[in-house]
């Protein structure tokens, strides 16, 4: 299984990203899936989450800002950011969770915002 995170990067405040995983190995139209991130010193959080049935969630934190989405066909989870903040400096993760309760993690890609 390979969950393969991209997007991130340097930032001004008020800027937009958008983070891609690209994943291979599951069955990724069943699974539900997630971004979580992690701050220096802080511990994992979940920002966003698509279920496999299209049900959305977000972290209060991002709510209005960041909108998740995926594309079965292509085997991919995307985040975009808008209206970045400098709080929202972290590692960001994706994640897959399978029907039998099994996590699957992407190495993570940086995003920094900061003027």
């Known amino acids: 299984v390979q969950l393969q995170a991209s997007g991130g990067g340097l930032v001004q405040p008020g800027g937009s990203l958008r983070l891609s995983c690209a994943a291979s190995?599951?069955?990724?139209?069943?699974?539900?899936m997630n971004w979580y991130r992690q701050a220096p010193g802080k511990q994992r959080e979940l920002v966003a989450g698509i279920f496999s049935g299209g049900r959305l969630n977000y972290a209060d934190s991002v709510k209005g800002r960041f909108t998740i989405s995926r594309d079965n066909a292509k085997n991919t989870l995307y985040l975009r950011m808008n209206s970045l903040k400098p709080e929202d400096t972290a590692v960001y993760y994706c994640?897959?969770?399978?029907?039998?309760?099994?996590?699957?993690w992407g190495k993570g890609t940086q995003v920094t915002v900061s003027s």
């Open positions: 190995g599951i069955d990724f139209s069943i699974n539900d």
């Open positions: 994640n897959a969770h399978s029907p039998w309760a099994m996590d699957y």
